[in-house]
């Protein structure tokens, strides 16, 4: 028996230390919180993933009273992008989040299901997709999917 080791490089930042696009995207993902449909968890999410060709798309967590109905944010803003613009990689993607008194504090981590559908963009345009994590207290950046979701499952495996 052998240990598999995997480890994961996660860039911490302060907002003033990433360049003007990087702080756009976030403010973009800030922003987009307020366009969150909450009503249930009071956590509103946003996203906003910048694709190849230089456009920023946005969205939010969508809730519903049948709970498994609802979407998060990153997902719904992926199908979104793939859906408007569906030859055009995702080339960076940032998140924040708020509850009903203001910004979380740690970087807002996407859930399973998000990294999944983060990895599918991923491989359906070849191209890692950079993530911009907010906090309030500082940043996370991680290079591509594979740092938050190690041996994952795509369509390699079935072959
Ligand atoms: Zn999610």
Not at 31 to 37: I, K
Not at 43 to 59: C, D, Q, R, Y
Request: hydrophobic residues 40%; negative net charge.
């Amino acid at each position: 028996m052998k240990d598999l080791t995997i480890t994961a490089t996660i860039g911490v930042y302060q907002l003033n230390e990433l360049n003007t696009a990087d702080q756009e995207l976030l403010q973009a993902a800030i922003e987009a919180t307020n366009r969150s449909y909450a009503p249930y968890s009071k956590f509103s999410v946003g996203a906003a993933a910048l694709l190849a060709n230089g456009i920023v798309i946005t969205g939010t967590n969508q809730e519903n009273a049948a709970y498994p109905s609802g979407l998060c944010a990153e997902r719904t803003t992926l199908f979104y992008a793939n859906s408007q613009y569906p030859d055009q990689a995702v080339v960076t993607l940032a998140i924040a989040a708020r509850t009903e008194a203001d910004f979380i504090t740690v970087p807002i981590p996407p859930c399973g299901a998000c990294r999944q559908v983060i990895l599918e963009t991923e491989k359906r345009y070849n191209c890692p997709i950079r993530i911009l994590l907010y906090g309030k207290e500082c940043i996370y950046e991680v290079k591509g999917i594979g740092d938050l979701l190690p041996l994952s499952f795509d369509a390699s495996a079935m072959q």
